[in-house]
């Protein structure tokens, strides 16, 4: 799929930029979203950004659009297919979120759509269920382009750092800081995990979620990844490799590359 995806978007810009709305689309639309690894396919786009075979901007756009069209018909999908979707079988399936969902959108309709962007099981059944939900328009629209305009600059983020990575010349060095960032990105993920999963414990006064998994070693976990995850994004910056790095960073920001 990814050497596929790399083959086409080479072609020229254009087919780039198709590729990356058809991705941003699908991964937006009702329910075919839950069956797509988002973070997977925005990544290996951010790849090809970082390794310079497409631009940053051109990317963000097409994505924003993408994004944006696959809120719309989702949200057209839920308004007049409602009592079909409340029976379709993949809906059944995942009735817990879809129930989630419901309660936030109710409760906090701006924040549920923006958050509910970047969280992956959310972001094709949001728009849905607020369709589903009769939100009015101009509750939606806002937050709707708000979140389309933010969310594939973020979900491209890591592949940047990947590509830009592989592509920064080989040395005993470098090789040492490529190292150094993949530590630091499991810090990153592991830290995001465990004070979300406090954070919810604590939430639903829940003190274990298995026999080795307490509320207390959760909370140690998180406080002990988030110091370690922050300590090393400092000390990294003072590594010779990131001037390099730094630098085609800044210049796939500026459009140089």
Not at 122 to 135: A, W
């Amino acid at each position: 799929m990814e050497s596929w995806l790399t083959a086409f978007i080479t072609q020229s810009l254009a087919y780039s930029l198709i590729v990356v709305g058809i991705v941003s689309f699908l991964e937006s639309l009702a329910l075919v979203g839950l069956l797509l690894p988002g973070i997977i396919l925005m990544a290996s786009l951010g790849t090809l950004i970082g390794d310079g075979r497409l631009s940053f901007y051109p990317a963000w756009i097409s994505g924003t659009i993408g994004c944006l069209l696959g809120d719309w018909v989702s949200y057209y999908i839920g308004l007049y297919f409602k009592n079909w979707l409340s029976n379709f079988r993949l809906l059944k399936k995942n009735q817990k979120l879809f129930n989630k969902t419901k309660y936030i959108l109710h409760k906090h309709s701006m924040l549920a759509i923006i958050v509910g962007r970047f969280i992956g099981p959310t972001r094709p059944l949001i728009p849905m269920v607020s369709g589903m939900l009769k939100l009015p328009v101009k509750k939606f629209i806002l937050p709707s382009i708000i979140g389309c305009v933010l969310w594939p600059p973020v979900y491209f983020f890591p592949g940047i750092v990947t590509g830009i990575t592989i592509n920064i010349p080989q040395n005993s060095n470098n090789d040492y800081f490529k190292w150094f960032l993949l530590i630091i990105f499991i810090l990153i993920w592991v830290s995001i995990w465990s004070v979300s999963k406090w954070w919810k414990m604590k939430k639903n006064h829940t003190n274990n979620t298995s026999v080795f998994l307490t509320r207390k070693k959760i909370k140690w976990i998180a406080i002990i990844t988030v110091f370690l995850g922050i300590s090393s994004l400092v000390a990294i910056q003072f590594h010779p490799t990131m001037l390099i790095f730094r630098k085609i960073f800044i210049a796939i920001l500026s459009g140089a590359i």
